[in-house]
């Protein structure tokens, strides 16, 4: 089978890695790819969001599956474009509708849908500029911190949480007033929840599901959760406190009222969808759907799939996950992100990559990177992720960070405390 992975992050770097073991796969391309991808398929400079080129590109190449990385494409509605072409209807895609698509593309959609479906999630309401002196006064009804979160997609940086009221007020007129575009043109204000947060992932086929391996994120840049957001500086797999007692609420309060939401929506959704959890005394909470991998979450979850990840996505994009099974490796993988100084506000690319050869436990997964006169540079604000095994937490981040420190690049940045407060 020849498959198409769209996207250039370490997310689609994993994926693919995962997708080159299948005794299934007969070639692999990556649109646009980066420096890693490049040793296991085809990069292809194509943008994930130029419909029209990869319709070409599929034809061409007889394309067989498509799996889509980032959100953007999916919200733009790629599935629909694929199921509405009579020359690529039958080509499988992993991502959901246009409309699935929503529960990541629209805040006040998918909230609005979990209060629907009785599943577990904060107070909330939304509101648009015209409408602010309400939006003021559902505020002043809340306990600090307040939470805003723009309606729209602005790249993983559109919620912010705040502790003085006042400044809180600020924040949310700048939002509507464009802070972040057309994504905050409308804002979701949300009941902030006290606990720890995680991540849960499923791979369905919109009416069955696997449930895949959970992870924990730190967005934050600096130590011990301060600084700005961040796309992410890295990630744990598992998580100690998510044993067996929380994951069955999670799939019994979570999981599965979503999937028969989605069914009695009538939504065609094959793909991924990541559960942003917060665990509250024991009781999780839906913080945020995405419908795609987090990343860098899956570059700590696909390393403890054992089985073959492309026989899943054929059975997801076939309709066809009832009765299988999914096995996972018991030890416990973690990932440290390298960024480039500066990010996550202004940066500098094209500084030169050194020793970043794998070894054994050692995963190296790049995320913005590109091949240039015969050498790997810079590309973007976060740049590798180095993933390890270990028996446990401490020895898996152990090792992390010894490849953490020998890999050189101008400008090196990275969390030295992932994992702290586990």
Known sequence: ???????????????SWKIKQSKLLHKLYIAQGNAGTNKLGTNVSINPEDFKSIKEFVLQNNIELIVVGPEAPLVKGISDFFKEDEQ????KLIGPSKQGALLEGSKEFAKDFMQKYNIPTAKYQSFTLEYI???????????????????????GKGVIIEN??????????????????????????EEFLDGIELSVFVLTDGNNYVLLPEAKDYKRIGEADTGPNTGGMGAVSPV????????????E???????????????????????????????????EYNVRMGDPETEVVIPRIKSDLLELLIAAAENNLSGKTIEIDKRTVSTVMLVSEGYPGNYEKGKELTDINESKDI???????????????????????????????????????VKAQEIQFEGKNYRKDIGFDL
């Not at 007129?173 to 979701?188: N, P």
């Open 253 to 287: 309060k979570v999981i599965k009222p979503t999937i028969e939401g989605i069914k009695s929506e009538k939504i065609d959704f094959k793909g991924f969808i990541f559960f942003g959890l917060m665990n509250k005394n024991g009781n999780p909470y839906v913080i």
């Open 133 to 155: 002196k309400d939006a003021y006064h559902f505020m002043e009804s809340l306990q600090a911190p307040y939470v805003l979160k723009a309606d729209g997609l602005a790249a």
């Open 1 to 15: 089978m020849n498959v198409l992975v769209l996207g250039s992050g370490g997310r689609e770097h994993a994926i």
């Open 164 to 189: 003085d009221l006042a400044k809180a007020k600020t924040q949310l007129k700048e939002m509507l007033e464009g802070k972040f575009g057309d994504a905050s043109q409308k804002v979701v204000i």
């Open 88 to 91: 690529l209807k039958n080509v």
């Open 240 to 251: 100690p406190f998510a044993d067996k007692k929380f994951m069955q609420a999670v799939e």
């Open 363 to 401: 995963l190296v997964f790049h995320a913005g990177t590109k091949i240039a006169d015969n050498k790997i540079l810079t590309n973007g604000g976060r740049v590798i992720a180095v993933s390890a095994y270990g028996t446990n937490m401490k020895d898996a981040l152990a090792k992390s960070y």
